[in-house]
């Protein structure tokens, strides 16, 4: 009767720790609501404040650039050197005096054309003698008695903001005076702020902005085309519409404020995006102090309950044994299922032992030509060598036996690569230099070579290419994918097979053949998996050397060239490269 007094009674009081809990959590999430919203707001509308001040304060420099250099073609255009040498054709002065007017007035430079659009003075001197008499604000200037703007697009994307007016003296027109504005420096000195400034002409195109690739083109295109690379390119590179959104919209999880303001002059407009990371910041730093403390409450109240849980630790104690008797079993499971994975791995490396081998007695036929003609031309030596001492020439008896030790030398070196080839991979890692193994590989493969005419071409870097791996190994992937560009050239009319080897983040051996390409990519290192005519091949080649290259840290791939053929693509990690290394070990 006792303990089932007790055990209502620990009930009663679990389930008052548990109801405080609860409220507890409730009002956890209540205030920290509250202060996020309040918070929020008021670090918001100071982040705005600044963002608004300081695009006022870009467009009123902008403004007062554009302004201080539109007098300056009026004041050139009266002053009297310039339209002596106009009038006299004798420009020896006339780039001295503008570059000494340039250095005072702050512009990028000055031109000065004669009728003909010729630069006959300028303060870049590589301008002179270019011809400006198609141009528009050459044209435009002849024809006006007013100071002609012009916006050129030049090559890159940029933009050159040219002022240019017309000389006159006694109303006959001798020549026009140009001033390029340097609007580019508001772009230098955007590029050290976290903010994505762009200014826009009266038909919306893009003519300055912080991100070069957003220049010639509207605001749409360039926020989902080019996005920026900056603190903010998460948050503008989703936007599609800006005019369907308000003014300040998430994207992405990242708050964006876009303000613009317009500019007195043509219809420009100026456009900024400012995130609310430093809003975030502060309001977090608040909330974090908050969750800690309300943590710490929760702390306290799951102390107390853990200390009601006592009494059930033998019950617990009870299942913990059958959790032993449970876990014993699934360990000789888990041992069983070792055994027969380790079982796997030898079958998979016989299939791939296997599977050189095959490619060696494939090549076996070529390789006994090759050892055929050296054993041939033995033969002819010795019997000449013969001769000789017969004849008591000695010494030409032993050049014959030199040429006889340079082709019993040459047989041993195709004996020796069949050997080193046929041998099975290593069991460590060793640095494998990839342009030496590539060589190795192209030389197992020289007597197909010659018997089918193939035109090979080869792209090596100058510095070897080190990798960390199994150099019989790599060797036999290599192999595989010369035979298979090989057989896939054997319909073409002018073979070809292009070796290509670079060295960045990976290194990457490629090979492209200009065969008929592929047609099942998906299916493609699935074994047993072949486009060979019947008993050329069962499909293992390519599944094997997946397997090898994806042991090595690395990734074998396939894809169709553009222009035709079949393109694979063998990446390994470069030597050094610690963290590949530990994943291929």
């Known amino acids: 009767m006792a303990e089932a007094t007790d055990n209502r009674r620990t009930l009663t009081v679990s389930w008052r720790v548990r109801v405080a809990i609860g409220v507890l959590m409730l009002l956890a999430v209540a205030v920290i609501s509250v202060t996020n919203s309040l918070l929020t707001d008021r670090f918001t509308e100071s982040t705005r404040s600044r963002a608004e001040l300081r695009i006022a304060l870009y467009s009123g420099n902008l403004l007062a650039e554009l302004r ?117 420096k508001f772009e230098r000195a955007w ?104 943590a710490i409450l929760l702390a306290l109240a799951f102390y107390f309950l853990s200390r009601r849980t006592a009494g059930r630790l033998a019950i617990f104690q009870r299942e913990s044994a059958k959790l032993r008797a449970l876990n014993a079993a699934l360990q000789r499971e888990i041992a069983e299922r070792k055994r027969v994975q380790e079982t796997l791995a030898v079958a998979e490396q016989t299939l791939e032992q296997s599977s050189k081998l095959a490619a060696l007695g494939e090549m076996s036929a070529a390789v006994s030509h090759e050892l055929n003609q050296p054993l041939a031309a033995m033969k002819t030596y010795l019997a000449g060598a013969r001769l000789l001492l017969r004849r008591n020439r000695p010494e030409e008896a032993l050049s014959s036996f030199g040429r006889i030790d340079d082709l019993i030398e040459r047989m041993g070196a195709i004996t020796r690569q069949l050997k080193s080839y046929a041998r099975k991979g290593q069991e460590a890692f060793s640095p494998v230099d990839m342009g030496a193994a590539l060589a190795s590989s192209l030389s197992m493969m020289e007597p197909q070579l010659r018997q ?18 199994d150099r019989m190994r790599i060797e036999q992937v290599l192999v595989n994918l010369l035979r298979n560009a090989l057989d896939a050239t054997k319909s073409e009319r002018n073979p070809q097979v292009e070796i290509m080897l670079s060295a960045g983040e990976t290194a990457t051996l490629t090979v492209r053949d200009n065969g008929p390409g592929i047609e099942d990519l998906d299916a493609l290192f699935e074994p047993f998996y072949t486009t060979k005519q019947p008993g050329d091949g069962v499909g293992l080649g390519l599944a094997i050397s997946s397997g090898i290259v994806a042991d090595l840290g690395g990734r074998l791939t396939a894809r169709n060239g553009q222009g035709g053929g079949a393109v694979f693509e063998m990446q390994l990690p470069i030597l050094g490269d610690t963290t590949n290394m530990e994943a291929a070990e």
């Not at 001798?174 to 390029?180: D, K, P, S, W, Y």
């Not at 300040?248 to 613009?260: C, I, S, T």
């Open 452 to 469: 089918r005419q193939v035109q090979i071409s080869r792209i090596l870097p100058d510095a070897p290419v080190m990798v960390m791996g």
């Open 68 to 184: 201080q250099n539109a007098i300056v073609p009026q004041l050139l255009a009266r002053d009297p050197t310039l339209i002596g040498a106009l009038e006299s054709a004798d420009y020896s002065l006339s780039t001295q005096r503008l570059i000494s007017f340039v250095e005072e007035i702050g512009a990028a430079s000055l031109m000065l054309y004669d009728l003909d659009g010729r630069t006959v003075a300028a303060t870049d001197r590589n301008k002179l003698g270019a011809t400006h008499r198609s141009d528009a604000y050459f044209v435009d200037a002849i024809r006006s008695n007013a100071t002609i703007f012009s916006t050129i697009k030049v090559d890159g994307g940029g933009y050159k903001f040219m002022y240019s007016r017309r000389i006159q003296d006694g109303g006959a027109t001798l020549g026009v005076i140009a001033v390029e504005v340097d609007l580019q």
């Open 191 to 294: 590029a050290g702020i976290s903010d994505a400034v762009i200014v826009m002409d009266s038909a919306g195109e893009i003519i300055l902005a912080t991100e070069p690739r957003w220049r010639g083109r509207t605001e749409p295109e360039a926020l989902s085309t080019q996005p920026a690379r900056t603190a903010i390119e998460r948050a503008i590179k989703v936007t599609a519409d800006w005019t369907a959104l308000p003014p300040d919209a998430y994207l992405q999880g990242e708050a964006v404020m876009r303000l613009e303001n317009k500019i007195p002059f043509r219809g420009w407009r100026m456009t900024s995006y400012t995130t609310y990371a430093s809003v975030r910041e502060k309001v977090n730093g608040v909330l974090a102090l908050e969750v800690m403390g309300f």
